[in-house]
């Protein structure tokens, strides 16, 4: 299975996603990165990209007259590397009709609370802010809403009093970057089907 992953900083589950691959090969993981994607420059998951060799872009909105233009591009710019799932690692745009009309189904993403808690660009501060006593990870399809779509997997990563955001996200990424490599790895040897909310991985 060929994974496009799009990110928006530094890629540490980019870098899990690509340490696994080495580590297991390809073949036995089922599914190798075959490009990366971004919303801009100079970041940290593109350098990394660029380290193990493979081939980025970067789509930002600012160059394009509007939103549905970039949304239009962006969905080429991963069209063109003819995957057969795509990841959002990290990635901090909210993709559109264009995009979801071709990759819906196939777009994966995760993100840093236990949905539906906490959904947005600030979920581990919200989490915080709300005196959550566990928060987590997880990693669905992503639909039209933001953070809305099937729940493929979660998991719980305990608040401790002393935790402030950095800490916090800190920890809730080591859980997060093994269950991203676990949930594709299975989603691309296994297959999957969608049935409404529910995700049933064969
Ligand atoms: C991840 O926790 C992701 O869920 C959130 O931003 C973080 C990206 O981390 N949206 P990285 O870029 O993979 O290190």
New binding site residues.
Partial sequence: RRLVVL??????????LLDEIAATGAEAYGAEVVAVGADREG???LARAERAGLPTFVCRVKDHATREEWDAALAEAVAAHEPDLVV?????KIVGKEFLARFGGRFV????ALLPSFPG?H??RDALAYGAKVTG?TVHFVDDGVDTGPIIAQGVVEVRDEDDESAL?ER??EV??RLLVEVVGRLARNGYRIEGRKVVIQ
């Fill in positions: 990110v928006s900083g530094s890629g540490t589950n980019l870098q899990a970041i940290e998951g959002s690692a990290g990635f901090m993403n995760t993100h840093p660009a979920g581990v990870c996200h809730i990424k997060e970057r």
